[in-house]
């Protein structure tokens, strides 16, 4: 079935630690990935995303790692910052079943100063 | 200078009302979708519209009605509303096909029913 879901619903780090967060999908279709951020009381922005000719892709402070083995994805924040805290998303994207994106269950990131 | 506007912020009706919620993106993008966020922050694609055509309907009661006058705007009208309704609802845009480059979201419109 279609699913994406995350390992860790919680993660608390230290300001300055590196976070890792965590997301396991299950559909092989998926060929692009997508992380979003959520603040409290707005909607998610976009971080970074990947397809799936890539295992790892890098922009500022993060980096997603893509292992399409075991269908798995991971985010990469370094230096965390308060600034990060917010729920993680990631989504996938199958390339059948027309063009709609399925998000995951999301993790809370809390940094602690 | 807001990219995705939605309208109102809040929304408090009671059970077997009618609403609308607007939304409008002024990116120029073609594509646009409702998505509903429950409690525990789940989301769930709802609709989505590419150059005013659906293109995207999901297992969503016949209550909620999506309309798009033109490409800048999609609106959703829910009918006859229930307690399961109540959830945050987020209007995006996107430049590139569905299923494909970054969604710009709204800051998203909070609907509780009574």
């Known amino acids: 079935g279609e699913s994406v879901g995350l390992h860790l619903p919680t993660l608390s780090v230290q300001e300055g630690d590196n976070s890792i967060i965590n997301c396991a999908y299950s559909n092989s279709a998926s060929d692009y990935f997508i992380w979003y951020k959520q603040e409290s009381g707005k909607g998610p922005q976009f971080i970074i995303d990947i397809r799936s000719n890539m295992d790892k892709r890098q922009g500022q402070r993060v980096t997603v790692l893509l292992n399409k083995t075991v269908k798995h994805l991971s985010l990469q924040i370094a230096a965390t910052q308060p600034g990060d805290s917010a729920v993680y998303f990631c989504?996938?994207?199958?390339?059948?079943?027309?063009?709609?994106?399925?998000f995951g269950a999301g993790t809370r990131l809390f940094v602690k100063a | 200078d807001t990219a995705v506007s939605q309208t109102p912020k809040y929304l408090v009706t009671q059970m077997g009302n009618d609403k609308s919620i607007k939304c409008e993106q002024n990116?120029?993008?073609?594509?646009m979708y409702w998505y509903k966020q429950d409690s525990k922050k789940f989301l769930k694609i709802m609709f989505s519209y590419n150059n005013k055509e659906l293109i995207i309907n999901e297992t969503v009661p016949n209550r909620f009605s999506p309309k798009s006058p033109d490409k800048a705007h999609l609106n959703l009208h829910i009918n006859s509303l229930e307690l399961g309704d109540s959830a945050v609802y987020f209007c995006a845009s996107s430049q590139e096909i569905p299923g494909r480059g970054e969604q710009y979201f709204g800051p998203g419109t909070r609907l509780t029913v009574t």
């Open positions: 989504a996938e994207n199958p390339n059948t079943g027309g063009f709609k994106t399925i």
């Open positions: 990116l120029g993008h073609d594509t």
